[in-house]
Each structure stands twice: as C-alpha cells, then as structure tokens.
C-alpha cells in the first residue's frame, strides 16, 4: 500500500540509481510541505519496521526535525503501538501521551 505510494513518488529505476539519502535530497526536505510529505512516505515505504524510517528522518539534511515526528506519527499508526521498540517508549511523558491518544481516539463529537 505505501510501497505503492512510493512507486509512484520513487520510481524503481531512480530507486537504483541513488542511494536512500540521495532520494530524500532530491524529494527536498525543507519544510515545504508538498515535499516534507513525499519524503515521509519514501521514509515509511522503505522500511519494514517503526524505527527505521525515523532514523533515516533524522539522518537527512534539511528540517529533519518536521521530518521525522511526521514518519513517527505515520510509523506509529501504521505498526501501531506493539510495533514501536522499547526504547522507544522511554521518552518523556510516554504514558501521559498514551493515555491522551486513547481519550482523542473515544472522542464524541455532536452536530
């Protein structure tokens, strides 16, 4: 599905030619974001676990920070809970932003 979409963003021949970073360089990673989301979906589609497309988030140049906590977010939804590593979990506040996530997620909203 993200493969997918990273196909078309990304495609196999160029995927050949460049290296991952290099392709993160070429989608632009500036903030814009147009081009911060492509790079977050090239992020999410060429990994096949919840850290690894942060770290490579973060390795990029460019505002990496905008970068990677949206790959976290699309990472964390996509594996969920159970795929984010332990250490992962030991930030700060861990509990208190699972608690609000699940109090967001039982939300009732009336017209």
């Given at each position: 599905?993200?493969?997918?979409?990273?196909?078309?963003?990304?495609?196999?021949?160029?995927?050949?030619?460049?290296?991952?970073?290099?392709?993160?360089?070429?989608?632009g990673t500036h903030g814009y974001?147009?081009?911060?989301?492509?790079?977050?979906?090239?992020c999410i589609g060429a990994a096949?676990?919840?850290?690894?497309?942060?770290?490579?988030?973060?390795?990029?140049?460019?505002?990496?920070?905008?970068?990677?906590?949206?790959?976290?977010?699309?990472?964390?939804?996509?594996?969920?809970?159970?795929?984010?590593?332990e250490e992962c979990k030991s930030?700060?506040?861990?509990?208190?932003?699972?608690?609000?996530?699940?109090?967001?997620?039982?939300?009732?909203?009336?017209?």
């Open positions: 599905m993200l493969r997918d979409v990273v196909g078309v963003l990304v495609p196999s021949e160029v995927q050949n030619i460049l290296k991952m970073e290099q392709i993160l360089t070429e989608i974001v147009p081009t911060t989301v492509d790079a977050a979906f090239y096949d676990n919840f850290k690894d497309p942060v770290i490579m988030a973060i390795k990029d140049v460019g505002d990496t920070d905008t970068t990677a906590a949206i790959v976290g977010a699309m990472a964390g939804t996509w594996y969920g809970l159970e795929g984010i590593p930030v700060e506040n861990f509990q208190l932003i699972n608690i609000l996530t699940e109090e967001l997620i039982n939300i009732e909203i009336y017209y």
